[in-house]
């Protein structure tokens, strides 16, 4: 079992930066595949960014741009930095772990929950 704790999250005004992280504990970094996820009350969770351990990265279509995804193996922590904010990427931002991190499943559903088998509590983003 891998406990994820976020932080980071903020109130901020449109057109701001932001740097979310998630701090793993329980077993090693290296080996999984990591995801930040973001949820509207009311709304379905939505894929923001994955990144495979061998550093590939992707993201869903509404942050390409303006979104990075980054990990730091030292640290067993992962980022998610944020430029250009805008009030709609407001909502909780969960980090999650795929702990099996399959590269061929992995590219077919690293913008999913399916595989994602390990949750953080979420940390609140707010842009006004």
């Known amino acids: 079992h891998v406990q994820l704790v976020e932080s980071g999250g903020a109130s901020v005004q449109a057109g701001g930066s932001l740097r979310l992280s998630c701090v793993a504990s329980?077993?090693?970094?290296?080996?999984?595949?990591m995801g930040w996820f973001r949820q509207v009350t009311g709304k379905e969770r939505e894929a923001v960014a994955s990144i495979h351990n061998d550093g590939t990265t992707k993201y869903g279509d509404s942050v390409k741009g303006r979104f990075t995804i980054s990990y730091d193996n030292f640290k067993n922590t992962l980022y998610l930095d944020i430029d250009s904010l805008k009030p709609e990427d407001t909502g909780t931002y969960f980090c999650?772990?795929?702990?099996?991190?399959?590269?061929?499943?992995?590219?077919?559903?690293?913008?999913?929950?399916?595989?994602?088998?390990?949750w953080g509590q979420g940390t609140q983003v707010t842009v006004s």
């Open positions: 999650a772990a795929d702990r099996l991190c399959d590269k061929r499943r992995w590219m077919v559903t690293a913008l999913m929950q399916v595989d994602y088998d390990n």
């Open positions: 329980g077993r090693s970094f290296s080996g999984l595949c």
